[in-house]
Nanobody, 115 residues
């Protein structure tokens, strides 16, 4: 099993930026799809972005143009650069692998965007 640890969250004003990290316990170079999710208060977990081993990326419409997912295979880490943050981006952010989540969920990292 791949264990994932998210970090980098915090409190930021609207319009600000954060970079989240997802550190894997094993190599991610052979993992086809790495995904960032989020769960906002009172809502279900939703996919935010995913990255393929072939270099493709896809984003939820709500974050397109503001967020960027990347992976550093040498560090076994996936990043989520979040710019132009909005209060509605407030959520706990999680990472996992596979379009259907394959691994155990980590503790996530809390992002709070103040207006």
């Amino acid at each position: 099993q791949v264990h994932l640890v998210e970090s980098g969250g915090g409190l930021v004003q609207a319009g600000g930026s954060l970079r989240l990290s997802c550190a894997a316990s094993t190599s991610i170079s052979s993992i086809e799809v790495m995904v960032w999710y989020r769960r906002a208060p009172g809502k279900q977990r939703e996919m935010v972005a995913f990255s393929t081993s072939g270099g493709s990326a896809r984003y939820a419409d709500s974050v397109k143009g503001r967020f960027a997912i990347s992976r550093d295979n040498a560090k076994n880490t996936v990043y989520l650069q979040m710019n132009s943050l909005k209060p509605e981006d407030t959520a706990v952010y999680y990472c996992n692998h596979g379009l259907v989540p394959q691994g155990p969920w980590g503790q996530g990292t809390q992002v709070i965007v103040s207006s």
